[in-house]
C-alpha cells in the first residue's frame, strides 16, 4: 500500500515539473516586453482593433519611420505657355557699396543688349501690388521691390506675398524722405535708412537684401559713404517711366517702350504703388516679349545685418495696425434701428 502510495506521488510531482517546463519554454506569451530604443521613452501599448485580436497583433511601437524620405518641395512650372520668364539670374557682391543704374552710376555695365531689370517702388500697397505681382506670375518673370518701411509696417502681408513669390527686396527708407534736402542731417538720413530696414524685416520675417534706392533718386554724399560703409548697393536706373506723372496705362507702356528701344536695355524704373502702372504692366510685358527683350533678376550674395538698436526700438514702438483685416460687418452690426 505504501509503495503504491509513494509511486503515485511521485508520478504526481513529475507531471507537476514537466508542466513547469513546457509552460516556460513553449506556451505563447500574451505579455511581451516593451520595446525600447536608445534615448527613447518606454513606448506606450497601442490598443487592440477588437476583442478577437491575438498577442501577435498586439506591437509595441517606437516611431513611425517612413517608407521612402519625401522628396523636396519643386519650384511651380510655368503655366503661361511662351512666358516672358527670367532669361538669367545675377548675384550682386555688395561690399562697398556698388551703383547701379547709368542716371547716376557709370561703372557696372552688366546687362548686354535687349536685356533688363524690372523694379518697383513704393509699396506695398493694396489693390495695386498684388495687381502688380499677378501680372509678374502670369508671364513667370520677377523684378526687384524697394518698399517704403512705413508701409511695409501698414501691410505686411502684402510685402511677404512680394518675397514668397521670388522677387527681390530691398528698401526705399522709412517714410520717402529726401535725403539730400536742406533739413535732412547726417543722423536723420541714418534713421531714415535703418529704420526703413528694419521695419522691411519685422515684415517680412526675415532680412531684406542689402540692395537701397533714394527718394526721387536724390543722392547725398553723406548718405551714400554711410551706406557704403554698411555694404549696401545703390540703385538709380536706367530709364524712368515717370509713371507718378502718367494719366492713364497705355502712357506708362509707351513712356517705358520708347525709352528703351532707343537705349537697347536697362533697369526700368516703376511704382507697385501707383495704379496706373500695376493696369499697365500686363501690356508692358507683352511688349517687352513681342521687342525680343530678356529679364534678368538681380539678388544680393547674402542678406543684410540690420542694426539691433533700430529692430528693438521699432518691435517696441510698434502701434496697433491701422488697417484693420476684417470686414466692417464684422466689426460693426445693426442691433436696433
Known amino acids: 500500500m505504501r509503495n503504491a502510495l509513494g509511486l503515485m506521488l511521485g508520478s504526481l510531482i513529475a507531471a507537476i515539473m514537466i508542466s513547469a517546463v513546457w509552460y516556460w519554454t513553449a506556451a505563447p506569451r500574451t505579455e511581451l516586453a516593451a520595446a525600447t530604443s536608445i534615448g527613447s521613452v518606454p513606448a506606450q501599448r497601442v490598443a487592440a482593433a477588437s476583442n478577437a485580436a491575438t498577442a501577435a497583433d498586439d506591437i509595441e511601437i517606437t516611431a513611425a519611420i517612413p517608407e521612402k524620405p519625401a522628396a523636396p518641395a519643386q519650384p511651380a512650372a510655368c503655366a503661361t505657355p511662351d512666358a516672358l520668364g527670367v532669361s ?5 557682391e555688395t561690399a562697398g557699396g556698388p551703383g547701379f543704374g547709368f542716371q547716376h552710376f557709370k561703372q557696372l555695365d552688366f546687362l548686354t543688349e535687349r536685356e533688363v531689370v524690372l523694379t518697383f517702388d513704393d509699396g506695398p500697397w493694396p489693390v ?3 495687381a502688380v ?3 509678374l506670375a502670369d508671364e513667370c518673370t520677377k523684378a526687384v521691390f524697394f518698399p517704403i518701411g512705413k508701409h511695409a509696417s501698414y501691410h505686411p502681408e502684402i510685402l511677404r506675398q ?4 521670388g522677387h527681390t527686396v ?3 527708407t522709412w517714410s520717402h524722405a529726401n535725403l539730400n534736402g536742406k533739413k535732412m542731417t547726417e543722423q ?7 529704420r526703413g530696414y528694419s521695419a522691411i524685416k519685422l515684415a517680412l520675417g526675415a532680412a531684406p537684401s542689402p540692395f537701397f534706392r533714394f527718394p526721387e533718386l536724390q543722392h547725398g554724399p553723406a548718405a551714400m559713404a554711410y551706406l557704403a560703409s554698411r555694404n549696401i548697393a545703390m540703385f538709380s536706373c536706367d530709364l524712368d517711366s515717370f509713371d507718378f506723372r502718367a494719366k492713364n496705362p497705355e502712357q506708362v507702356v509707351n ?4 525709352k528703351l528701344d532707343k537705349q537697347g536695355k536697362g533697369i526700368i524704373l516703376m511704382h507697385d504703388f501707383q495704379k496706373h502702372t500695376a493696369e499697365a504692366l500686363p501690356i508692358l510685358l507683352q511688349r517687352l516679349k513681342a521687342g525680343g527683350y530678356k529679364i534678368v533678376q538681380m539678388k544680393s550674395k547674402a542678406p543684410l545685418q540690420t542694426v539691433s538698436y533700430y529692430d ?3 518691435f517696441k514702438g510698434m502701434k496697433l495696425p491701422v488697417a484693420s483685416p476684417r470686414s466692417v460687418g464684422s466689426v460693426v452690426q445693426t442691433v436696433s434701428k
Open 88 to 92: 538669367r539670374v545675377v548675384e550682386i
Open 128 to 130: 495695386n501690388t498684388p
Open 133 to 135: 505681382l499677378k501680372a
Open 162 to 165: 512680394v518675397a514668397a513669390a
Open 170 to 172: 530691398g528698401a526705399h
Open 188 to 194: 536723420l538720413a541714418k534713421d531714415e535708412i535703418e
Open 255 to 258: 513712356t517705358v517702350m520708347t
Open 312 to 314: 528693438d526700438a521699432l
